[in-house]
């Protein structure tokens, strides 16, 4: 039995991850300024603390063999706290880490990180270029990382794709919700695009790999996405299927809708963020071979296989989070002013 410390562990990624560990009788350790309020709450060590407190982090690092580094400030957070937490508490915690002689590091940052792109699939020895306070952080964060392992520090850094499954609300919410009450859904484009996805399942593998396999194999970056996709509008248009209700997806103009978005971002009226709305009508996919060829990464499921298993989830489980909402992935993100545009579909 090992003992791993996930920071952010009651978040979506977290909760998964806990629970795919107790289940390989790992001993789990979470750090989150969140409250962990699952039925797992019991059968684990929970610290409430923040990642940017360093004694809080120092306390928490006892006696860890493996950290995952989770927490972090999502792109609806403010500039501030986004840079305070996925910057600096990157470095308090892999600093603590290494002070305390944990074996590993994995790092889990985002293919955010190569901004919007250019050509596909993309490698991970591709410029990265952070879109936004988020994506800079994630590259700066990623940079620390680095930093470390050239010092000898064994760190695994994991760029997951968009991941969904069991407990993910956030954007993703808004699909689900007007799947559920008979709606269409708009897609930026025509649809025809290929948009990797990731479920949350496959993740929790490749961290899991990094943590276990050896040194030589996981001391590198990796890509993690899926290996089976279609275009958004054939995966898109696979949730309202299993919905029932007979509706579409509907494609719009990009470019007028591009520019209705980012005047709706710039006056806080949608949640949709920039690095969402410039990649959602072009095809964005990583390569994997990296994460196959060195961990033996085998993805489990489809983008279609991981929508499904995430909209019957959220189906389960309405009732806990309606009337809620929050700028984590813990819960529905607000809609703003694009909740009037359901009167069209």
Same mark, same amino acid.
């Given at each position: 039995m090992a003992r791993f410390l996930i920071t952010g562990g009651a978040g979506f990624l977290g909760i998964n991850l806990c629970r795919y560990l107790l289940a390989r009788e790992q001993e789990v350790v979470s750090l989150d300024i969140a409250g962990f309020s699952y039925p797992e709450r019991h059968q684990i060590n929970e610290i409430r603390g923040d990642v940017r407190?360093?004694?809080?982090?120092?306390g928490a690092m006892t006696g860890i063999d493996f950290v995952v580094h989770a927490a972090a400030a999502l792109p609806l957070y403010s500039p501030e706290e986004i840079r305070t937490t996925d910057i600096d508490g990157t470095r308090n915690v892999i600093d603590s880490a290494q002070m305390h002689g944990v074996k590993r590091f994995a790092h889990i940052s985002s293919t955010a990180v190569y901004g919007i792109p250019t050509h596909h699939p993309q490698l991970e020895d591709d410029p990265r270029e952070g879109v936004g306070?988020?994506?800079?952080?994630?590259?700066?964060?990623?940079?620390?990382? +680095?930093?470390?392992?050239?010092?000898?520090?064994?760190?695994?850094?994991?760029r997951p794709k968009s991941f969904v499954g069991p407990e993910r609300l956030g954007v993703f919410a808004m699909l689900y919700e007007w799947a559920n009450e008979g709606r269409g859904f708009p897609l930026l484009g025509d649809g025809a695009n290929r948009y990797q996805l990731?479920?949350?399942?496959?993740?929790?593998?490749?961290?899991?790999?990094?943590?276990?396999?050896?040194?030589?194999?996981?001391?590198?970056? +990796?890509? &993690?996405?899926?290996?089976? +996709?279609?275009?958004?509008?054939?995966?898109?248009?696979?949730?309202?299927?299993?919905?029932?209700?007979?509706?579409?997806?509907?494609?719009?103009?990009?470019?007028?809708?591009?520019?209705?978005?980012?005047?709706?971002?710039?006056?806080?009226?949608?949640?949709?963020?920039k690095w969402v709305y410039e990649t959602a009508a072009k095809?964005?996919? &990583?390569?994997?071979e990296r994460a196959e060829a060195r961990l033996g990464f085998q993805p489990k499921y489809s983008?279609?296989?991981? #929508? #499904?298993r995430n909209f019957q989830w959220y189906l389960d489980n309405q009732a806990a989070f309606e009337r809620k909402s929050g700028v984590s992935h813990r819960v529905p993100w607000s809609q703003g002013i694009l909740r009037l545009a359901k009167i069209f579909f």
């Open positions: 407190d360093r004694a809080t982090v120092d306070p988020y994506g800079e952080a994630k590259v700066a964060a990623e940079d620390i990382c +680095f930093e470390f392992r050239e010092n000898g520090m064994i760190v695994s850094v994991l990731l479920d949350v399942q496959d993740l929790c593998d490749a961290i899991y790999l990094c943590c276990t396999l050896d040194d030589d194999a996981v001391n590198d970056t +990796f890509n &993690i996405g899926a290996k089976d +996709f279609d275009t958004m509008g054939e995966d898109y248009q696979a949730v309202l299927d299993y919905a029932g209700r007979g509706k579409s997806v509907t494609p719009l103009p990009a470019a007028p809708a591009i520019w209705l978005l980012r005047m709706l971002e710039a006056l806080n009226l949608s949640p949709l963020y095809d964005s996919c &990583i390569s994997i983008n279609r296989d991981a #929508l #499904l």
